[in-house]
């Protein structure tokens, strides 16, 4: 059997009629350019994410740009995020100038720790606390982070707070949408997301009309109201009619997918707590070393969309069985293999090993398996009769 990480094609088959009809009204318009198919999607996600206002954008990676650039960081500015996150969000940081500040991860969600981003905060001498601008929890693998905490810690330290939403749509918190509780929030259409576009794309949503009015500036070169009158230095980060009109068209299914995945995922932790691989207690699990796997953790009150269902392998042995997996025709995929504050080009943040060790770890241990909608049960015994196999071995 092969069970791919992803299958696109699966989902595809199955909507290939409205989307050609979609990309063919587009086409008959001939405008490919803003126009009433993105401002129809910008109206329909922020209802989805339950915001007043959102903008598209050309990627994820710009919603970060542009968001930053939108509350003013730049220059000389620090911005705390994880270590443990795709390059994007701390690219962004880099890109508008700024430093960004590293805070290791919680254990359980993968996501940043807010007892950690409050111990650095009270560490720091008050001309360095002064630069400090804002927060970019990231919503790792579908899940919220721990954002009552981090919003009090934002409010203490007059911090605005960026919600990486990217791997997150339609992810709840307490009964909010990821992307609604921070000062902005960041999605983006890569293929392989929830919601994920035929090409790049993005959205940044805000309930603030100011940090609106300054996105929609930022993403147009700067543009105010009239067409060649620039008021600041922005991007060309635009969200085209086609992808936006093939987003209209996933946008009905999303929650339909994420409840598979959701459903995908209850199966394979049921089925792991079949083998002798993973215990049926948590807190077994954590702490007795018997059991290789450790399973994904969904905290209290969260719903978590699974974009990614990213399991622990224990005992060294996480490299070992992602190649054996590959030869039984299972593909797995490591988010993410290196740290950030180990990557070459932050060299000059004067970072080592050592620093950040739950993401450390983590790097070391995590690894992805295929959770995508369309994944059937047998496909899924598949591959927990496969892994089985590998640690029998
Ligand atoms: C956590 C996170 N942030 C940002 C991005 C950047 O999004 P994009 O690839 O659309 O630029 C991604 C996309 O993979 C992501 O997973």
Not at 177 to 191: T, V, W
Not at 280 to 302: D, F, H, Q, T
Not at 369 to 386: A, D
Request: hydrophobic share 40%; proline share 4%; charged share 25%.
């Amino acid at each position: 059997m092969r069970v791919p990480l992803l299958d696109l094609k699966e989902q595809y088959g199955k909507i290939k009629d409205e989307i050609s009809l979609a990309i063919e009204e587009v086409v008959n318009s001939q405008c490919f350019i803003l126009g009433p198919k993105v401002e129809e999607l910008e109206r329909e996600i922020a209802k989805y994410c339950g915001v007043r206002f959102a903008v598209g954008v050309a990627s994820g990676s710009d919603a970060l740009i542009i968001s930053l650039r939108a509350i003013g960081v730049g220059y000389g500015d620090m911005v705390i995020t994880s270590p443990f996150t795709f390059f994007a969000t701390a690219g962004a940081i880099y890109n508008v100038g700024a430093r960004p500040v590293f805070v290791d991860i919680n254990p359980d969600t993968f996501n940043l720790d807010p007892g950690k981003i409050s111990q650095f905060l009270r560490s720091l001498k008050r001309e360095d606390l002064r630069k400090v601008k804002a927060i970019i929890p990231v919503h790792l693998f579908g899940q919220i982070a721990e954002m009552d905490d981090i919003l009090r810690i934002a409010q203490e330290f007059g911090l605005k707070v960026i919600e990486d939403a990217a791997q997150a749509i339609g992810a709840e918190y307490n009964s909010q949408r990821a992307g609604s509780i921070g000062d902005l929030g960041c999605f983006s259409f890569f293929p392989s997301k929830n919601l994920g576009g035929y090409g790049d794309g993005g959205m940044i949503v805000t309930n603030d009309e100011k940090l609106a009015e300054k996105v929609k500036m930022l993403h147009l070169h700067g543009v105010n109201k009239s067409k060649y009158e620039h008021l600041i230095v922005g991007y060309n980060s635009r969200l085209d009619a086609l992808q936006a009109s093939i987003l209209k068209v996933k946008l009905k299914y999303l929650d339909e997918w994420s409840e598979k995945r959701r459903r995908n995922a209850a199966y394979y932790n049921e089925l792991f707590k079949e083998t002798s691989l993973s215990s049926n207690s948590e807190y077994e699990a954590l702490n007795s070393s018997k059991y290789p796997v450790i399973l994904p953790r969904v905290s209290k009150g969260r719903r978590h969309i699974f974009n990614q269902y990213t399991i622990r392998i224990r005992r060294n042995k996480r490299d070992g069985l992602k190649k054996f997996l590959e030869k039984k025709g299972v593909g797995t995929a490591i988010y993410y293999p290196l740290p950030l504050h180990l990557q070459k080009c932050f060299c000059y943040l004067g970072h080592k090993e050592g620093d950040f060790p739950v993401a450390e770890k983590a790097s070391k241990e995590v690894l992805s398996l295929p959770i995508y909608p369309e994944l059937t049960n047998e496909m899924q015994e598949y591959v927990v009769q496969r892994i089985r196999e590998y640690f029998r071995s």
